[in-house]
Nanobody, 125 residues
Framework: QVRLVESGGGSVQAGESLRLSCAAS????????MAWFRQAPGKEREGVAS???????SYGGDLQGRFTISRDNAKNTLYLQMNSLKPEDTAMYYC???????????????????WGQGTQVTVSS
């Protein structure tokens, strides 16, 4: 069973940084695309960043330069380093895997099937 558990969210001031982590289990982690999505209240879920099995990355909107996605295949862990945070980055952040039963959302050239429960990021001005 694919399982994704996010951590690292919190409340910060604008301009500060956070690092999110996602612990993955139940599938061959190193073989699958992984990604971070986010959803703010009243808005649709959007792709933040994705990383392929071989390390190719893709970013949503203009996030590249402030956000960096990375993966540690030895630890089955996905990361999102977020710098220079802005109030508009406030959202629930979800880890996603291309492993699972049914493709739900595509982003960065991959089809994602499983999401974690999310971790809240709140940025105040």
């Amino acid at each position: 069973q694919v399982r994704l558990v996010e951590s690292g969210g919190g409340s910060v001031q604008a301009g500060e940084s956070l690092r999110l982590s996602c612990a993955a289990s139940g599938f061959t982690y190193k073989s699958y695309c992984m990604a971070w999505f986010r959803q703010a209240p009243g808005k649709e879920r959007e792709g933040v960043a994705s990383i392929s099995f071989n390390g190719r990355t893709s970013y949503g909107g203009d996030l590249q330069g402030r956000f960096t996605i990375s993966r540690d295949n030895a630890k089955n862990t996905l990361y999102l380093q977020m710098n220079s945070l802005k109030p508009e980055d406030t959202a629930m952040y979800y880890c996603a895997a291309a492993a699972g039963l049914r493709a739900i959302q595509t982003f960065g050239g991959c089809a994602f099937r499983t999401w974690g429960q999310g971790t809240q990021v709140t940025v105040s001005s």
